[in-house]
């Protein structure tokens, strides 16, 4: 056991560095720091940004545009990210959806949909929920019905994450409604300008508009777009769950976040003459959240350490979603206590770029309490954190 | 000792349920909260008809006498409806410090309009620097001929802009941090110097940024004796967080509800998850720190009423409970509805909403946690 | 509402202290505030001296013996009795068996029983637990067979508290196999004497000896000791663990211990300069149970107002269960923080009293881990807290 | 990075591992428990014979040069099995004390005893006024001659009565509580004046209370340099605290398996009560904590190993996090068993007894917390 950096680790740490503060568009690392919105050309700048590096897939096998680096380099890489405040990649197309095609598609579609995902050419949006299934998605009811080489979708999408700048959807549907409510599930890809598709806004509790619901009317979608077999949808999503798990703990990004905090609170007074950096209160709250995320990461290494011996992430990964959203949502709540009084105003106009408006109170407390109501939705999201002590209390304690 | 309500409590109640229940559905109020003013004069002149914004006056003043208990009982019901008239710092809070230290010429001058509801009142105490420390005042008031010039910065000022006169704490006295030498005015909002800056809050009210340039004021204005003006601010601020502690009863009340209601009828797995044990004993756990706020509530509403050394010490103990389980059933309330615990269009993230923004009004759980323990010695031993 | 005594109230109270002080014997307020142990005779001796005054019994009925008083003077006698470290009233006779009695016993055993008990004569121990069956007292397995006018009772039941002293024991036992779990119990009253009866000490992990399994290997019982009807065992037994639920909030001996913890924290050194009682963080952990326990007091008081306009405790009376073996709990904790590395020496000597060991460490430190260790107990018996959630979960929430 | 155990490692654990399972059948512990020592000298025999009292030392001194996560190894399966023979106090406290400030005379007096198994040794650093504040000493030693003269009480002394060597922090300079004076002594345990209180811990071991009379020890009881005692007690203490954080987490893994393992046979209302999902979530919960605390472990001892500078602050981490997880553990462990757990018969509460001490040890929640925030600064960032 070790864990100290070899020198080519630190070399690596070093070019990618480099790359970030050098080569990496400045402008959206600078709109990060300040906590404005990014327009949907950041993010698809970000991300072709990563992939003339051929950094855009570290998760990818290598024949398929994957950077082959070990758990370390992968470390050392988020790190670096969260860092130089570099936004996080938008996972739909490149951690959901393409990892499910280079599992289970045909060569068709490895062609067709993978180059595009990984320069970032084609927006996509997940299409699992629905308003009577959430964490169970077994019981979904979106039909898709064989006519002739095409399905004819009908349904309702939920909490679709920026579905309002997708090209793309891909979609849990069902083919089959005379089996178990399980094996009658396939996995569609769906393209957004087909006629009888229809995204409408859904405003969260923070003010923002980042969920849609997307409704199928009579959506007629070619039978080439099933991803690999019909009626094994659910077998494939459940696969991709625990990829979007594994990328959950987030642990590079609250370390950064509890920099900030840091630096926020020292700046902070806390009416008893001293900042909030040096308030015993304060600060105990703080070493609690940072002790956990320390602990988290050694857990995250642990498990991508497993994995590099072991093969696939198995049910802990669950623990890294439920312990990394705590965390990240305890980050918020901070951010929130620190601001005092000035966690009421609600500026959102401070969230977009170019706003003029002169900050009411200190700069970051506008941000404060939309982030915190924002991110109570990642311990809903992803199969909610009770499902995920089901999946540990079933799969890990045999219970 | 004696738990009940009395019938006149019992019917004020029943008043302001009627009033939620004709008057706020969600809708209607998240549309109130989108206009510029941020609630309904329609409504206030509703308030001044049915008495609610006399209660707590002396009769003297013309008003009705409350307790802080009823006081209590109108907020707690105005929490379940999430309501959005600014009774709480036109009534609660700028009345709070008329009752206890204006002149009778002040009370002349701005009560009647109060309690016909054509004036509003704001309290302007709280600065940046300060936090929750109501004696760290930066803002001055120099005493000039028979008069006083005021400069300094008031933070987060509910209703600050609806706002006829402010009441406003400066220093005429002291350092920064002194517990001698502040002293309250009473000022009309339209004096020359004033700048507010207007904005909503998180939880659908309205406050303002207020600065003091050069603001001059005649001898009048002083509230009470100059330099004495901490301790009625403490006295004011103790009693809007009993205030503040019955809205966020009602909050959690309503939320509680809303979500064992919803458990019951959202089916996942093929069973309403409701019947899930681990939701299910979550759901007791919102319950019961609902109730326990409930008794810190009553216990320091009593208390106050009763004038007991402790009431203090009481009301610290009751924002440190109200945080903790306002933050507790809000944050659960939302996991345990899910998606749509995170939507705009449901009053369930309203009310986390405000539960949070009332945990950090007065000073969070960590502040009255230690003022709970430095006010030790002063419970009675029973 | 109104939170004052009346002057009335206040000359009850003194009444009630001035006995606690000059009438009661002092020997035994001693040995409870030094933290020994009392002999079954001083808990005897402390029953008959309350009996002496007709305060024996408050919770009653009048004409049984009981005193008749509101809820607010219970209030004060048990804030009294706290208060002068009178022990409390061991509850297997007085408030266990005795209220089954009179509420569904005969004219006969009434009068048999109810005096004895009001008078602390004969000791009473419960059996109701078996190795099997916990919480889950329908699934209970102790047969009693009827034969001519006895039933022949065979089993086992155990955590039978303070049994080694008993001479009768009530007991549900199994009289009808055949019908529905919950409808075949009866409720027997058992003479210890009885031939066949076995009592085995357990030791417990404080590493005293206060519970018991108690072994019935073909007991004789006149069928005049079954209370009420055959069969009906489970509706009293259920009856009984709400009136065990109101008195085990135990507000006013929490109460009592925080006084003593705050006394003695101001005599033991921080090891920065200070006292414990002016540690910042000690004095938080202090605060958060006294503020639990503020709110708990009036818990307890508006459920006892809502009990004299309403009749019987309801379910809500659960919450008064589990917050209250928290907070002792989390009292008996603290005393363990305080006792810093004194919480390790083992000296159970100093439970006796007389015995003249010299302490280790601080006085109170003695005492302060095998409290905490024994009253684990108290959220797992008379009904596990979870099972209190669950019956406010069904009986309240509706769920 | 890697987190791979060497072949070596992997060896060493298996062999804890055979003797826990050959010689530690729980009942026989218990009986162990009972007799005067404490703890059986055929075991502490065969541990000389397998090397493991020679581990951490330096090869010079007879040692196998074992690194802190060798040791952690072996505390985490001692920590499964209960044992009761003083490795800790001997070979981590005491050994930590010698390898650190011991001279070349000193090593060579004492440690070959050590390795062989014929000498135990005892680390008397606490005092009742200092609570865990190591430089809150009040024993003074005083310079006599070309010796010392020592007076003052220390506290529960860890394996005080079975030492041959006490290894004493007293006083050579400065005010009780300053940094810098504090010196060790290595002094035979039957030297004139010393007197020690044996008693049983709450956890089945051994401690006394050791009284220092007039104590006469020559120049050469001095370990390392005058004065200079905090810094080496300091690192021991860090060390110890990897040690038994290792213990409580080989503790915490056998209840977590204990638990799960009862609640899958113990049927309530006619089903296994590890099928109530209460229950479940709650058992998910001690599972994750234990594992949370195995992470910091591992962070704790890697970053010894290596000598980095945020080493001290990864111990506080893991202290802190050891003993929220020891408590939460052991709790539920034991309410989960119900009535069984509370029994002296069964293993599950004596687990739960020593994660209680375990968190009573060298400093509990509170100060390591502080201690944390104190030492922000030293992590690197990566």
């Not at chain 1, 966690?343 to 900050?359: C, H, I, K, Q």
């Not at chain 2, 059933?329 to 449901?346: K, N, P, R, S």
Request: aromatic share 10%; glycine share 10%; with cysteine.
């Amino acid at each position: 056991m070790d864990m100290e950096f070899s020198a080519e680790q630190q070399n690596f740490r070093d070019s990618v560095r480099d790359f970030f503060e050098n080569t990496y568009p400045s402008d959206i690392r600078d709109k990060v720091r300040r906590g404005v919105s990014l327009s949907k050309d950041d993010m698809v700048r970000s991300q072709k940004a990563l992939a003339s590096r051929g950094w855009a897939a570290p998760n990818w096998p290598v024949e398929y545009g994957g950077t082959g680096w070990s758990p370390t380099e992968k470390y050392i890489f988020e790190n670096e990210m969260a860092r130089a405040d570099v936004p996080p990649v938008v996972p739909f197309g490149m951690s959901m959806v393409a990892p499910i095609i280079y599992s289970f598609g045909s060569k068709e579609q490895k062609e067709r949909y993978l180059p595009d995902i990984l320069n970032s050419n084609v927006w996509w949006c997940q299409g699992f929920s629905e308003p009577g299934a959430g964490s169970d998605l077994a019981s979904l009811r979106t039909k898709a019905v064989r006519d002739g080489d095409s399905y004819i979708v009908n349904g309702t999408k939920t909490w679709t994450t920026l579905g309002q700048y997708a090209e793309w959807i891909f979609c849990l549907v069902r083919t089959d409604p005379t089996v178990k409510p399980q094996e009658g599930i396939s996995f569609l890809l769906i393209d957004m300008k087909t006629k009888g598709i229809t995204v409408s806004p859904i405003q969260t509790i923070d003010g923002g508009f980042e969920v849609n619901e997307v409704n199928f009317d009579d959506v007629r979608v070619p039978v080439e777009n099933l991803v690999g077999e019909e009626g094994k949808g659910w077998t494939y999503a459940k696969k991709l769950l625990t990829h979007e798990r594994t990328g959950i703990a987030g642990v590079a990004r609250s370390k950064h976040q509890i920099g900030k905090l840091k630096k926020i609170a020292s700046s902070i007074p806390n009416g008893g003459g001293a900042t909030m950096m040096e308030d015993d209160d304060f600060r105990r709250r703080l070493s609690e959240v940072e002790i956990e995320l320390m602990a988290l990461e050694f857990t995250d290494l642990r498990a991508l350490a497993a994995v590099q011996t072991g093969g696939a992430p198995g049910p802990e990964s669950s623990i890294l979603k439920i312990k990394g959203t705590e965390i990240q949502q305890a980050i918020t709540e901070l951010f929130v206590e620190a601001s005092g009084y000035y966690a009421l105003p609600y500026t959102p106009e401070r969230f977009d770029d170019g706003s003029n408006v002169e900050p009411v109170g200190p700069d970051f407390a506008a941000f404060a309490a939309p982030r915190y109501f924002n991110v109570r939705k990642t311990s809903i999201y992803g199969g909610s954190n009770e499902i995920q002590k089901n999946i540990i209390a079933k799969a890990v304690l045999g219970l | 000792m004696d738990f009940a309500f009395t019938e006149e409590q019992e019917l004020l109640r029943d008043s302001v349920q009627r009033f939620v229940r004709e008057n706020y559905p969600f809708d209607k109020r998240n549309k109130l909260a989108e206009t510029e003013a941020g609630f309904s004069s329609e409504n206030w002149a509703m308030f001044a008809e049915l008495g609610w914004l006399a209660l707590p006056f002396s009769e003297v003043d013309g008003g009705l006498d409350g307790t802080v208990i009823d006081t209590m009982i109108m907020m707690e019901e105005f929490g379940k409806g999430l309501t959005l008239e600014p009774y709480f710092p036109t009534v609660v809070l700028g009345g709070g410090a008329m009752r206890r230290a204006a002149s009778p010429a002040q009370r002349e001058a701005v009560l009647p309009g109060v309690i016909e509801g054509t004036t509003h009142l704001a309290l302007a105490y709280a600065e940046e620097q300060g936090r929750y420390n109501l004696a760290d005042v930066a803002t001055t008031a120099r005493a000039d001929g028979d008069g006083f010039v005021l400069n300094g910065r008031k933070s987060v000022v509910l209703n600050g802009t609806a706002a006829d006169w402010l009441i406003v704490s400066a220093r005429t006295a002291g350092k920064q941090g002194d517990a001698e030498g502040v002293s309250l005015f009473l000022i009309d909002s339209s004096t020359k110097g004033i700048d507010r800056r207007g904005y909503r809050t998180q939880d659908g009210g309205r406050a303002a940024e207020v600065t003091l340039e050069d603001v001059r004021v005649s001898g009048d204005a002083l509230m009470g004796e100059a330099g004495a003006g901490l301790a009625v601010l403490e006295a004011v601020i103790d009693e809007a967080i009993v205030a503040i502690a019955a809205e966020a009863v009602g909050a959690m009340t309503a939320l509680n509800a809303a979500t064992v209601e919803y458990s019951k009828t959202r089916v996942q797995f093929g069973t309403p998850i409701g019947k899930f044990q681990a939701l299910q004993h979550r759901m007791v756990e919102m319950f019961m720190e609902t109730e326990q706020t409930k008794s810190l509530l009553y216990r320091a509403a009593m208390s106050m009423d009763s004038g007991r050394p402790d009431a203090a010490r009481c009301v610290s103990a009751l924002k440190v409970q109200t945080g903790k389980a306002g933050r507790f059933v809000g944050q659960q309330a939302v996991q345990i509805h899910g998606g749509m615990g995170m939507t705009y269009e449901l009053n369930v993230g309203h009310y986390f909403k405000r539960l949070t923004m009332i945990n950090s009004l007065f000073g969070n759980i960590d502040y009255h946690m230690r003022r709970f323990a430095a006010l030790d010695g002063t419970t009675e031993a029973a």
